[in-house]
């Protein structure tokens, strides 16, 4: 991504990335952790839960908006912690 960042920023191309942490998706329902693992996993997350596919989708609303026309080779964590 930083590489990526540095070639394309005189062609005035951007390039972030977004890490997440659990998030509760469908994809999460469909592999039906059980709830011990389930609680393992929200454990590991300081704010205490699963993250929401919607504060995932603002992240990136924003940093492909104009706001964010000076922001490029940057990770942004959106893990409630996790990554702390």
Known sequence: MKIAALELASRKIR???????P???????????NDALENQLIQSVPAGRMGK???VASMIHYLVSE??????GANFLVDGGQSI
């Open 53 to 55: 596919p919607e504060e």
């Open 23 to 33: 998030i509760a998706t469908e994809i999460m329902n469909k592999i039906g952790l």
């Open 15 to 21: 390039v972030n990335a977004v890490s997440s942490g």
């Open 67 to 72: 706001e964010a026309a000076f922001i490029t």
